[in-house]
T-cell receptor, first 114, second 113 residues
Framework: QKEVEQDPGPLSVPEGAIVSLNCTYSNSAFQYFMWYRQYSRKGPELLMYTYSSGNKEDGRFTAQVDKSSKYISLFIRDSQPSDSATYLCAMSAIGGGSNYKLTFGKGTLLTVNP | NAGVMQNPRHLVRRRGQEARLRCSPMKGHSHVYWYRQLPEEGLKFMVYLQKENIIDESGMPKERFSAEFPKEGPSILRIQQVVRGDSAAYFC???????????FGPGTRLLVL
């Protein structure tokens, strides 16, 4: 079983739709959960960061973490064509020596059609 | 530009040559992580460095790969005697002392012919 599972998609939605992206994980030591957006041939861009369980909202984006189910989600409201990208979930445990190395999902390719 | 900088952005090497990838962290950041993204694969951790120290190299291949982060200058990922399987995008990320949020550079795309 992989440490982090993410459906690679591709996912295609019309402009204005609500998008739901999610990841499951197996390592109960993970405490920090992130979502990155990666445009083609660019570096990952940090979108959302959550510590432990709970919800976090930032504009059109909402991140949810359910540690009991080992399940995290990212919701995008009123999706725009500019949201078309690959979305990566990432997580880390608290490591010795301030080591927060990330374990990534494979990414979900999202296309928002105008 | 206060972001993470990587150079070169693209690097072409023939089998057996050496590749040197550089990463300058964000201003004020002193921790650097290197990740590799193989085609059709997710990002994989390679190594974590602080200034003049390798903290965790558990993701580095045992041979041909090395990394450093000197007191002055950028962090360098060095790949000796490159093989075709080393073709990938290599990203570095930097953090400050509260290291749980990492900011990524644009990556170096290495192509081995």
């Amino acid at each position: 079983q992989k440490e982090v599972e993410q459906d690679p998609g591709p996912l295609s939605v019309p402009e204005g739709a609500i998008v739901s992206l999610n990841c499951t994980y197996s390592n109960s030591a993970f405490q920090y959960f992130m979502w990155y957006r990666q445009y083609s041939r660019k570096g990952p861009e940090l979108l959302m960061y959550t510590y432990s369980s709970g919800n976090k909202e930032d504009g059109r984006f909402t991140a949810q973490v359910d540690k009991s189910s080992k399940y995290i989600s990212l919701f995008i409201r009123d999706s725009q064509p500019s949201d078309s990208a690959t979305y990566l979930c990432a997580m880390s445990a608290i490591g010795g020596g301030s080591n927060y190395k990330l374990t990534f999902g494979k990414g979900t390719l999202l296309t928002v059609n105008p | 530009n206060a972001g993470v900088m990587q150079n070169p952005r693209h690097l072409v090497r023939r089998r057996g040559q050496e590749a040197r990838l550089r990463c300058s962290p964000m201003k004020g950041h002193s921790h650097v992580y290197w990740y590799r993204q193989l085609p059709e694969e997710g990002l994989k951790f390679m190594v974590y460095l602080q200034k003049e120290n390798i903290i965790d190299e558990s993701g580095m291949p045992k041979e041909r790969f090395s990394a450093e982060f000197p007191k002055e200058g950028p962090s360098i990922l060095r790949i000796q005697q490159v093989v075709r399987g080393d073709s990938a995008a290599y990203f570095c990320a930097s953090t400050g002392t509260l290291g749980e949020t990492q900011y990524f550079g644009p990556g170096t795309r290495l192509l081995v012919l």
